[in-house]
């Protein structure tokens, strides 16, 4: 992989609403802003990509389906400048009640070919907490329509273990998700962030055996339903795995562009600002890491420990010239079981999946050469 830069993501910070739980980049919709917004985002890629063939592109946010026909036809314009892989995996994520049959067509016949839709619960008392506006009819109604236009490779996002949740509320969320028939489900614990609405209402995380309850019963449920789990929160049916995101997670590089945006282009890692005005006046760049070997080999670990598979010891060889299992941590790992080796890869034990974060800690700060 040395070399090349083959992924794309593109931030779209509008939403029409602020959900209760949400700390990602993003401001209100505001039509001058995104008119403002589509011709800072032109003049950034502009300025940066260098003509390489992309192989995976992600339209994300924020609610890039908030944007009309008319922006989005803006935005499309400005995606033409690059150079597309044939094979190229072309995700767009949006919410239920802003992606129209209109705008699905218009994905459809602009080379989209993978949706990602932010449906989260089916439980009105949940969607209500979480100030998502959407209901079940318009779900439906929408990735019915996505099917019939020919959209395969569909995901959809599901949230977990509110305080109030109970195991009986997750298991008819999961039998609705399932009656979806989508080929990829991301299902993601409630995180309490910062800056939100439920962090300043001070709500409290659900106790963690129920969490962890919740997690089993997500795993066996979609396992029992051929779903295969690839990472920690993803799962897919029929290989449709998201290649963007193993971009991430196999620390490959990769452009991020628009507010809030972060990339990784060989020597540095760089995070774009999360103030609309800095971004909207040309002030791109928050701050740029610079990647010694150290580092990288840190990010490998931090990332390539999240897939299930885990690290494929011949591509860690062939990118540092290293044997995966003679690192000394590795090695400790391996020995206290947190860590298996299947042979061709090394990967974190089943039974340490849960506890995944505090293992992944491990890694830290440590010597690896
Ligand atoms: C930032 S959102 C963007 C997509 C789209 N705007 C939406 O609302 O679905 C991506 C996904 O991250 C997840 N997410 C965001 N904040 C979270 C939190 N605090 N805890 C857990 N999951 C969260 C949600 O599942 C959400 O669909
Ligand atoms: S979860 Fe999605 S729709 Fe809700 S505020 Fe965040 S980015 Fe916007």
Known sequence: MEGSIHSVYIHIPFCDHICSYCDFPKVLSFSPWIERYLETLEKEIRMN????????IYIG??????????QLRKLFKIVSIFKKDTTCEFTFEGNPESLSEEKILFLKENFVNRLSIGVESFQEKLLKKMNRHHTKEEVLKIIS??????????NVDLIYAFEEETIEDLKKDLKEFLSLEVPHISTYSLILEEHTRFYIEKRKPILEDIDFSMYQLIQQTLKDSLYE???????AKNSFFSKHNLTYWNNEYYYGFGMGASGYLKEYRYNNTKSILKYLSGAFLLNKEKMTRQSNLEYTFLLGFRKIKGISKENFFNRYHLVLEEIPIIKRLLKEKKLVD???FISISSEYLYVENSILLEFIGEKYE
């Open 145 to 154: 329509y996505a099917k019939k236009v020919g959209f395969l490779n569909i």
């Open 229 to 235: 789990q690839y990472e920690i929160s993803n799962f």
């Open 61 to 70: 946010g924020g609610t890039p389906s908030v944007l009309s026909l008319e």
């Open 49 to 56: 990509y260098k003509g390489e063939r992309i192989k995976t």
């Open 342 to 344: 299947k042979g061709k």
